[in-house]
């Protein structure tokens, strides 16, 4: 009766593989729950919001009439208009100062540690505290950025920073900039310094310029961070309320009126709660169908041999 | 049965310990103003706390310390979630309206008539919505011409005769101006201080910025408000006699350029007085309250009633009518009066001696007299006032050309909104 049969090769289908399937959802579960708890119910309720006309404590199911009521109005248009110039000249500086910054600390060998410390200061600022000092940096009468420009001869009278909308939009998006390319650099310089030597060695070897040097090592080695970097900076610039609540509320005359403002100012100064759940259900469509779009145009996600 | 005994005494002893505590429990009733953060009211309300506490043994009173700015903002997520503050200071209609308070006239109708009579009827019709009162009046803002007196001298004009109407404020204005200071400030700054503003001109000139019952906006329509607009906008549009950068400023702006003398004069409620001592204690008793000045006989000055009420999740409403009485004793109206330079609103106070010792204090009382009330009895309204006029107003500062297109557009906007209710 001695055996001789081989044990048996581990079969992934069957029972055995169910089982095992099985197990692994139990582990997932908890995670499961909690992203349930924290994401999908919120977001649940945010659309059944959406789907009321609220006054204070009473509610009245209203169908889709919120999202016809938000789409007829000019002022969502507006704040969709200004939120794109934000987003779009935000992140755009966010990524092209972020990677300059970040090729330059890749360079410096003195006081590496203690710039990038420096660099990074803006972005641990929590954006409250970050906007309120420059509110008062650019307040008009006793602002330093008047008084110095003053000093230099370069104006001659208080220039009102947040009270013209061009310069509001500007004084925003360069606030916004200032606290965001830290964190665009941080990943680029990580992004840098995984880039292996041998390739820039054989480039100097070759002759290459800092230019070819750039353009065909450094960029192709960075194009997956790059793509993923600019889709979260998206992401987070698109949903910011805090600098523009904080530095001019929407204002002079909309000029910085973004869509977070619009829910914001829809939600707790018009008390319209169902109207603001819809532009924010509005403003989630548009940033998933974004990107999606972003990252299928990028081929983000596949493997180099589909690419 | 010895175990039992002594098992039995133990229970008993535990029970007769615990019960009474559980009888004598401790009702917390949380207490939210934007008050509460200033710092000239602070040692007020501690006491107030304080001497409350100790008569009632039972109550706990937690203050809620809110920045102005997120004031409403945390109170109505609170309400949404039915735990808002027992005990609250909030836009009495706007709240009334969205049901986030309590109709208190059972606990008011068993009032002794002599505390009832404390308050005039016009300051309890500020506290009503749809014929129930919701809250009762605490402190208010009257809004009046502040000078600087020595400024005033200084240009060579006399502060015993401040102008009475706006041909003789805009002499004074000329002449309180120079390169690097002006005679007063334009408001534009997105708070409910810029529309207070604005209507302290439109009563000035005998407009009506709405109609009787509030369904109708006219701003525009109404010949007296689009000219007093265009009078107070034209201060820095068109005669230049207001600080640069108007889009941008508000209270907290132009009571530090006025501390800083950059400014001569600013309309303000009776608090920005100790808001301006505080930025620049050298300035305390250089200044003198004023009439605003008016085109039209009478012309009343602006008044914001601040109410205490309860909200409507509070779960101990009698407890927290007893705070409420408790702080509008006269004792904390004079002090708060006195030390924090907020307005008392009972009528039985002008004539408290503490009181009529501050010239300053019994000018703004006097002035008082004859206010209407803000905010407006309607729900639409604190966003009205928050976003609609302060838009307009800062669209009419960039583009003065266009003032009176500027404010027809608001009213088709308004009268939308205070019909869509």
Redesign the interface.
């Known amino acids: 009766m001695t055996a001789t049969t081989r044990p048996r090769a581990r079969a992934w289908t069957g029972t055995g593989l169910a089982r095992e399937r099985w197990h692994g959802y139990l582990f997932l579960l908890p995670v499961l729950l909690f992203l349930a708890a924290v994401i999908v119910l919120p977001l649940a309720h945010a659309f059944w919001t959406s789907l009321h006309r609220i ?4 509610s009245t199911f209203v169908g889709l009439a919120n999202y016809f009521r938000v789409l007829e109005d000019d002022a969502f248009w507006h704040a969709l208009k200004v939120s794109l110039g934000f987003v779009s000249v935000s992140v755009t500086l966010h990524m092209l100062l972020g990677l300059a910054l970040a090729l330059a600390l890749n360079e410096i060998r003195v006081a590496r540690t203690a710039l990038r410390v420096v660099f990074l200061t803006p972005w641990m600022v929590s954006a409250a505290v970050g906007a309120t000092i420059w509110l008062w940096l650019l ?4 602002g330093v950025v008047n008084y110095l420009l003053r000093a230099a001869d370069i104006i001659d ?2 220039v ?1 920073w ?4 061009g310069p509001a939009f500007a004084a925003v998006t360069a606030v916004e900039v200032w606290r965001g390319v830290p964190f665009v650099m941080l990943l680029m310089l990580a992004g840098l310094q995984t880039i292996p030597v041998e390739q820039y060695e054989a480039a100097d070897i070759d002759g290459a310029s800092t230019w070819q040097r750039f353009r065909w090592i450094t960029l192709p080695n960075l194009k997956y961070l790059i793509v993923v970097a600019s889709t979260l900076d998206i992401i987070n610039v698109v949903r910011h309320y805090d600098i523009i609540g904080i530095m ?7 000029a910085t009126e973004v869509l977070p403002a619009l829910l914001y ?1 829809t939600a ?4 319209r ?1 169902g109207e603001a759940a819809a532009i924010g259900v509005l403003l989630l469509a548009m940033v998933l169908v974004f990107s999606i779009l972003y990252l299928r145009a990028t081929r983000i996600g596949r493997s180099d041999g589909d690419a | 049965m010895t175990k039992f005994a002594t098992s039995t005494a133990v229970a008993a002893l535990l029970i007769g310990a615990i019960g009474p505590a559980a009888a004598q429990q401790r009702v917390v009733l949380q207490w939210q103003t934007p008050n509460l953060t200033e710092a000239q009211y602070e040692p007020i309300w501690k006491q107030t706390i304080a001497a409350f506490e100790a008569a009632n043994p039972n109550i706990k009173i937690e203050p809620i310390l809110v920045a102005r700015r997120d004031h ?2 945390k109170f ?1 997520a609170a ?2 979630a ?1 735990q808002a503050p027992c005990i609250v200071a909030v836009d009495l209609t ?2 009334a ?4 308070l309590r109709p208190i006239d059972d606990l008011w109708d068993k009032e002794p008539a002599a505390f009832r009579n404390a308050w005039s009827d016009d300051m309890l019709k500020a506290a009503r919505w749809k014929g129930k009162l919701y809250g009762l009046p605490n402190w208010g803002g009257v809004y009046a011409e502040i000078y600087n007196r020595e400024l005033v001298v200084k240009a060579g004009l006399d502060p015993k005769n401040p102008p009475k109407n706006w041909a003789e404020y805009l002499q004074w204005a000329k002449a309180l101006t120079g390169t690097d200071h002006w005679a007063t400030s334009v408001l ?1 700054g ?1 708070t409910d201080t810029t529309t207070r503003v604005l209507l302290t001109w439109i009563y000035g000139n005998g407009g009506e910025p709405f109609n009787a019952d509030m369904t109708e906006s006219r701003f525009a329509k109404d010949p007296k408000s689009l000219e007093a607009i265009k009078f107070y906008l034209g201060l820095f549009s068109d005669h230049k006699v207001a ?6 400023t508000n209270y907290l ?1 132009q009571t ?2 006025f501390s ?1 003398g ?1 400014i001569a004069t600013m309309r303000n409620a009776y608090w920005s007085v100790a808001k301006v001592i505080g930025d620049n204690p050298q300035i305390e008793g250089k200044m003198f309250a004023a009439p605003l000045p008016a085109q039209i006989p009478n012309a009343p000055t602006l008044a914001t009633v601040t109410a205490h009420s309860i909200s ?1 999740s509070c779960r101990h409403p009698e407890e927290a009518w007893r705070f409420i009485k408790f702080d509008m004793d006269k004792k904390w109206a004079v002090a708060r009066a006195v030390k924090a330079n907020w307005m008392p609103l009972r009528r039985d106070l002008a004539d408290e001696p503490e009181i009529k010792a501050d010239p300053m204090l019994s000018e703004f009382v006097r002035i008082g007299t004859n206010a209407r009330s803000y905010p407006l009895p309607h ?2 309204w ?2 009205i006032a ?2 609609d006029i ?2 307009a107003v ?2 009419a ?2 583009e003065p050309a266009r003032t009176e297109q500027i404010f027809q557009d608001l009213d088709v906007r308004l009268s939308r909104k205070l019909k869509d209710q």
């Open positions: 006054r204070g404590l009473r307040e008009p009468q006793f009278r208080p009102a947040l009270g013209e909308p001019t509320a929407g204002g002079p005359a909309g100012n707790f100064r018009a008390n709660f | 409403w903002t109505v309400a949404q039915r706007t709240a309206a969205e049901g986030y534009g997105k600080s640069p950068a108007p889009t941008t702006e530090v350029l800083q950059k409507e729900p639409a604190a966003d928050a976003n302060v838009d800062q669209r500062l960039l």
